[in-house]
T-cell receptor, first 113, second 114 residues
Framework: KNQVEQSPQSLIILEGKNCTLQ??????????LRWYKQDTGRGPVSLTI?????NTKSNGRYTATLDADTKQSSLHITASQLSDSASYICVVTSGGGADGLTFGKGTHLIIQP | DSGVTQTPKHLITATGQRVTLRCSPR?????VYWYQQSLDQGLQFLIQ???????AKGNILERFSAQQFPDLHSELNLSSLELGDSALYFC?????????????FGSGTRLTVV
């Protein structure tokens, strides 16, 4: 069964600090991996999307990495800001159909001043 | 504003009732996807429509149904509501049949069944 596990479940850090969120997956075949940011009560917004051949991708202060051999991805947030407080969801795609997406439950990140 | 419009934003209704959630996709997008997000749960794919036709089906209950109209807006109908149906319901849209290139989510409808 395809699964996406994210850790930690929740994380609290001080403003200005860096943090790294983890995503492990057992999805086959693999098409791509995406990280979404979801503010409370809002829809998810795409941060990065990586295919099998990409090891790293950045979007401002967000940097995602992918190790397709170990089936692991991480999302690193640099110099955190209060607006980074949100849930971060890892999504792995297997094939092109909507039913080929496997969602993680997300990491709930809180940035404290 | 993502360009995907969902109405209403909030809905409170009683058990046993029926509700309709509406979604207007981004301009130019032909695919509409419906997702359910319960408390502390990941997004669960319900159903996808592409240009008016059902394209893919996920974990959608028989009490739920959806359709996409000629103007490409979509409606999700939830009937015989139970307390466990309380959740955020998201609509997403994409230009193509598939989701490889990603899609855009709306802000969701929060359904509370009391």
């Amino acid at each position: 069964k395809n699964q996406v596990e994210q850790s930690p479940q929740s994380l609290i850090i001080l403003e200005g600090k860096n943090c790294t969120l983890q995503c492990n997956y057992t999805v086959s075949p693999f098409s791509n991996l995406r990280w979404y940011k979801q503010d409370t009560g809002r829809g998810p917004v795409s941060l990065t999307i990586m295919t099998f051949s990409e090891n790293t991708k950045s979007n401002g202060r967000y940097t995602a990495t992918l190790d397709a051999d170990t089936k692991q991805s991480s999302l690193h947030i640099t110099a955190s800001q209060l607006s980074d407080s949100a849930s971060y969801i890892c999504v792995v795609t297997s094939g092109g159909g909507a039913d080929g997406l496997t969602f993680g439950k997300g990491t709930h990140l809180i940035i404290q001043p | 504003d993502s360009g995907v419009t969902q109405t209403p934003k909030h809905l409170i209704t009683a058990t046993g009732q029926r509700v309709t959630l509406r979604c207007s996709p981004r301009s130019g997008d032909l695919s509409v996807y419906w997702y359910q997000q319960s408390l502390d749960q990941g997004l669960q794919f319900l159903i996808q429509y592409y240009n008016g036709e059902e394209r893919a089906k996920g974990n959608i209950l028989e009490r739920f149904s959806a359709q996409q109209f000629p103007d490409l807006h979509s409606e999700l109908n939830l009937s015989s509501l139970e307390l466990g149906d309380s959740a955020l319901y998201f609509c997403a849209s994409s230009m193509h049949r598939g989701s490889l290139l990603g899609y855009t989510f709306g802000s969701g409808t929060r359904l509370t069944v009391v």
